[in-house]
Nanobody, 127 residues
Framework: QVHLVESGGGLVQAGGSLRLSCVDS????????MGWFRQTPGKEREFVAA????????YYANSVKGRFTISRDNAKNTVYLQMNSLKPEDTAVYYC????????????????????WGQGTQVTVSS
């Protein structure tokens, strides 16, 4: 069973940084590829970044490439999203998600392919 809990959101000024964490309380964390998504009111959930089960492959949305970094520590059952050079348009609720491992970048960018979701953490970037 997978149970995901995000933390690390908050209010930051444009140009600042935040690091989000997502902890899985289950025992099979390294069986899952992990993704970060974000959502604003009235919009669909948007792909941000994904990482495969081993951490050897990472994928990013064009809008965050070069500013955000996804990583994972399987010993700690945790996936991270380091967000630098934040912009007001990055304001959203950020969710982590898990899917059984073994899929392509195209697959991992689709929120409907994920089996488990966290409750979300709010990130607000002020101008």
């Amino acid at each position: 069973q997978v149970h995901l809990v995000e933390s690390g959101g908050g209010l930051v000024q444009a140009g600042g940084s935040l690091r989000l964490s997502c902890v899985d309380s289950g025992r099979t964390f390294d069986s899952y590829d992990m993704g970060w998504f974000r959502q604003t009111p009235g919009k669909e959930r948007e792909f941000v970044a994904a990482i495969n089960w081993s951490g050897g492959s990472t994928y990013y949305a064009n809008s965050v490439k070069g500013r955000f970094t996804i990583s994972r520590d399987n010993a700690k059952n945790t996936v991270y999203l380091q967000m630098n050079s934040l912009k007001p348009e990055d304001t959203a609720v950020y969710y982590c998600a898990a899917v059984l491992r073994g899929y392509s970048r195209t697959y991992l960018a689709r929120p409907d392919k994920y089996n488990y979701w966290g409750q979300g953490t709010q990130v607000t970037v002020s101008s």
